[in-house]
């Protein structure tokens, strides 16, 4: 299989999936991971075709999988919003109410509010 139709095959599968994404085959032992997308481009660093072919499958998955979760990180992240509104507006209304504390507690102190002892 020449290079030029292992980017070909790997292409057309792409426009088959009406994915918008670029592939580059950019073999490097030295990376850490496999593959990635960046900016519309699917990177692949492994150096052997089957492996390779290993990758776009992963990241091809991966890339329809987050249309699919993605409303779970947005419900999620909506969900996060009202707790920290709803955690604000307590702690505000403690604190707000902490100098009225203060000063009943020095007033029933005082030898003229002073209580039973």
């Known amino acids: 299989m020449a290079i030029e139709s292992f980017f070909e095959q790997m ?3 792409l426009v088959s ?9 950019m073999p490097n032992p030295n990376k850490t991971i496999h593959g990635e997308i960046k900016q519309n481009i699917l ?3 492994d150096e052997k075709k089957n ?38 507006t ?3 209304s403690f604190i707000e109410s902490l100098p009225f504390l203060i000063v009943a507690v ?12």
């Open 11 to 13: 292409q057309q599968i």
């Open 17 to 25: 999936l009406n994915v918008p994404l670029t592939v580059k085959w």
């Open 43 to 45: 990177f692949i660093y």
């Open 51 to 88: 492996e390779a072919w290993d990758t776009f499958t992963h990241e091809m998955l991966e890339y329809k999988l987050k249309k699919v979760t993605n409303i779970y990180r947005k419900t999620v992240n909506a969900l996060i919003e009202v707790i920290q509104e709803i955690a604000y």
């Open 90 to 92: 307590e702690k505000e």
């Open 106 to 117: 020095q007033n029933a102190k005082s030898p003229s509010g002073e209580g039973p002892n």
